[in-house]
Nanobody
């Protein structure tokens, strides 16, 4: 099994920045990629960004809505993935979930979620 733990959410003003972190533990050798999803109450969970765990030819992928503002990165030695969020907008308000996949997204492993609230 794989366990995921997020941190770094909070309240920020429009135009501000936050960095989310996700730490994987357990049977991390199963994981080929990690990423982030987000969900607003009453709506479906949506893909935000993903990155391969091992260095590969695959570049990170991003949802169109956050391209140019969010950056996903990884620290392989620490089994961690980060989401740097800049120029935040009110519509970025959501619970952000870390996800780990063995084959394709969304994978079977989810974190507990961290709330991001962007206020004007």
């Amino acid at each position: 099994q794989v366990q995921l733990a997020e941190s770094g959410g909070g309240l920020v003003q429009v135009g501000g920045s936050l960095r989310l972190s996700c730490t994987a533990s357990g049977d991390v050798s199963k994981i080929n990629a990690m990423g982030w999803y987000r969900q607003v109450a009453g709506k479906q969970r949506e893909f935000v960004a993903a990155v391969p765990i091992l260095p590969s030819a695959n570049s990170p992928t991003y949802a169109n809505s956050i391209k140019g503002r969010f950056t996903i990165s990884r620290d392989i030695a620490k089994n961690m993935v980060y989401l740097q969020m800049n120029n935040l907008k009110r519509e970025d308000t959501a619970v952000y979930y870390c996800n780990a996949a063995e084959l394709r997204f969304p994978g079977d492993y989810w974190g507990q979620g961290t709330q991001v609230t962007v206020s004007s």
